[in-house]
């Protein structure tokens, strides 16, 4: 009989030495994942509780599910979290609302930035302005790809889904850019003056399409996209990732997720 139920399933029947050893792989695999992981989430939902929960669910259905999973851990890990989170949102209404106080989505870490010289705090503040304005869908994958560097492919979108994500960078782009050209450029273009005061952002659009100037200006600024890119990672608790990488292990208990 044990003999049966040890080759039925090997990895249900899990010996302690042996997964300690598991663990340990896990942990060398997913442990560098989880600073990433939370600001993907914590972007998405706005405040640290809920982000808290996804991560813990995100990483806990990876342990599950280890070793059998393939190679592509952070491509796993981000999916995950993407439709843990996604979901999360379904159910609330009052997203991006409390808490927003001790999370500072803003900052920009000066090791990603592209030219230090043309970045300031309000571009950065403007950048996420537009970020936070998008549906939550369309946000998610946006940050898949400009921020975690996860191709199309990585994410698993068809080629409809990846029509649509590069629509969302453009559009965010546009989105961005006008407001840039509005705030920082009128000057610059007399046309552009007039259409800023009655804020018609079809007519600033429309605008800024025909007019050649506007044109050059706008491509001088550095890409919306990159500026969003270059945001600072927002850490987790330090408890969070002792629950998830340690708890096992202190407790002397094996398989607790
Ligand atoms: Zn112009």
Same mark, same amino acid.
């Given at each position: ?13 899990? !010996? ?14 997913? %442990? ?6 939370? !600001? ?27 070793? $059998?999973?393939?190679? !592509? ?8 979290? %993407? ?43 403007? =950048? ?8 939550? $869908? /369309? ?9 975690? !560097? ?12 990846? =029509? ?5 960078? $453009?559009?965010?782009? %546009?989105?961005? #850019? ?36 506007? %044109?050059?200006? /706008? ?17 987790? #608790?330090?408890?969070? /990732? ?10 002397? =208990?094996?398989?607790?997720?």
């Amino acid at each position: 009989m044990e003999a049966v139920a040890a080759t039925a399933a090997p990895t249900k029947a899990r !010996d302690p030495r042996a997964l300690a050893g598991e663990l340990e792989a896990f942990n060398s695999l997913y %442990r560098p994942h989880l600073e990433a992981v939370y !600001d993907f989430a914590v972007r998405i939902v706005g405040e640290r509780d809920l982000a808290t929960d996804m991560v813990r669910q995100t990483f806990g259905l990876a342990w599950r599910s280890f070793p $059998e999973q393939g190679n !592509d851990v952070a491509g796993r890990l981000f999916t995950t979290a %993407r439709v843990c989170t996604l979901d999360s949102l379904r159910y609330r209404r009052d997203r991006n609302g409390k808490e927003r106080e001790g999370l500072h989505f803003t900052r920009i870490d000066g090791h990603r930035v592209p030219d230090a010289a043309v970045f300031d705090q309000s571009l950065a503040e403007l =950048v996420w302005d537009a970020a936070s304005a998008l549906p939550r $869908e /369309a946000y998610s994958l946006l940050a898949l790809h400009v921020r975690h !560097d996860l191709s199309p492919d990585a994410i698993g979108l068809d080629r409809t889904a990846a =029509v649509r994500l590069a629509r969302t960078r $453009e559009f965010f782009d %546009r989105e961005v #850019s006008i407001r840039l050209l509005a705030t920082r450029a009128r000057h610059r273009c007399s046309e552009l003056d007039i259409l800023v005061a009655p804020d018609d952002k079809r007519e600033l659009a429309q605008q800024i399409r025909r007019c050649k100037r506007c %044109r050059e200006t /706008a491509s001088r600024f550095v890409s919306p996209a990159a500026v969003l890119g270059s945001l600072a990672t927002i850490a987790p #608790s330090r408890s969070l /990732a002792r629950e998830i990488f340690n708890r096992p292990r202190r407790r002397g =208990v094996f398989g607790i997720l």
